[in-house]
């Protein structure tokens, strides 16, 4: 459940005219950065189909120097 905020009012306004949508998520996981990005694509007809996808990148290793 998502808390009220900008967060929640983008995420639930209108999908009419939307192509794409896209949630990008920066983590530390396991020592590395990792970009976490979902993606639901619309089609263009009036049922509102849409395909979803995920994918998770590696980007660099994050050594703690402190």
Request: hydrophobic letters at 25%.
């Amino acid at each position: 459940m998502i808390e009220e905020g900008p967060m929640k009012e983008h995420i639930e306004r209108s999908k009419e005219g939307v192509l794409k949508e896209e949630y990008i998520t920066y983590r530390i996981k396991d020592g590395m950065l990792v970009v976490e990005t979902s993606v639901r694509t619309h089609t263009k007809n009036k049922r509102g189909d849409y395909t979803d996808s995920y994918t998770s990148e590696p980007i660099t290793e994050v050594k703690d120097e402190t």
